[in-house]
T-cell receptor
Framework: EPEVTQTPSHQVTQMGQEVILRCVPI?????FYWYRQILGQKVEFLVSFYNNEISEKSEIFDDQFSVERPDGSNFTLKIRSTKLEDSAMYFC????????????FGPGTRLTVL | AQSVTQPDIHITVSEGASLELRCNYSYGATPYLFWYVQSPGQGLQLLLKYFSGDTLVQGIKGFEAEFKRSQSSFNLRKPSVHWSDAAEYFC?????????????FGTGTLLAVQP
């Protein structure tokens, strides 16, 4: 069964450093998402991406964040200058062609900012 | 504003007992409703979803959920819990239409299963 994959599984970085989190969505999917889950809190929407552009972003997704689909398979989330409060589990998700499709989630990348 | 409430943060049940996890949503239009399960260190796995039609939906692992529009609820049930069901359960709502259909999650219910 096709699945969403994410790398790395755990990333440790120093405050102020740039990080790139990588995702490989399911191959024929068209809608891509990033969510995050701070430890002990709920999963929060960050950004959605469709047709090579951001379709919606949350208040969390400020100028420090960017997303890119550099080729036909990868979907990346970049944090330019990490803060302590960016420490969280970051989930990538993808969805197929129609509104009623399900979002399939990857296993997540745990980001720890020191 | 769209929101999802899961009033039970932590529930403990005995193996073989029945289970009901509560979920209430606030959404101005026709909602799409989901239950996801997260095992420790794992991603989010879809248990079941409701888009339209029959208000009682069946999912994987023997779970079911009932959509009650009048109560704005989408409670998850299982008649007999297994030890492997211990996990965190998230209810989520998504809107119809548009390219986004972002998911709005509740705070989750952590299920513990006693032998």
């Amino acid at each position: 069964e096709p699945e969403v994959t994410q790398t790395p599984s755990h990333q440790v970085t120093q405050m102020g450093q740039e990080v790139i989190l990588r995702c490989v969505p399911i191959s024929n999917h068209l809608y891509f998402y990033w969510y995050r889950q701070i430890l002990g809190q709920k999963v929060e929407f960050l950004v959605s991406f469709y047709n090579n552009e951001i379709s919606e972003k949350s208040e969390i997704f400020d100028d420090q964040f960017s997303v890119e689909r550099p080729d036909g398979s990868n979907f990346t989330l970049k944090i330019r200058s990490t803060k302590l409060e960016d420490s969280a589990m970051y989930f990538c998700a993808s969805k197929g062609r129609v509104n009623t499709d399900t979002q399939y989630f990857g296993p997540g990348t745990r980001l720890t900012v020191l | 504003a769209q929101s999802v409430t899961q009033p039970d943060i932590h529930i403990t049940v005995s193996e073989g007992a029945s289970l009901e996890l509560r979920c209430n949503y606030s959404y101005g239009a026709t909602p799409y409703l989901f239950w996801y399960v997260q095992s420790p260190g794992q991603g989010l796995q879809l248990l079941l979803k409701y888009f339209s039609g029959d208000t009682l939906v069946q999912g994987i692992k023997g779970f079911e959920a009932e959509f009650k529009r009048s109560q704005s609820s989408f409670n998850l049930r299982k008649p007999s819990v297994h030890w492997s069901d211990a996990a965190e359960y998230f209810c989520a709502v998504a809107g119809y239409g548009g390219a986004t259909n972002k998911l709005i999650f509740g705070t989750g219910t952590l299920l513990a299963v006693q032998p």
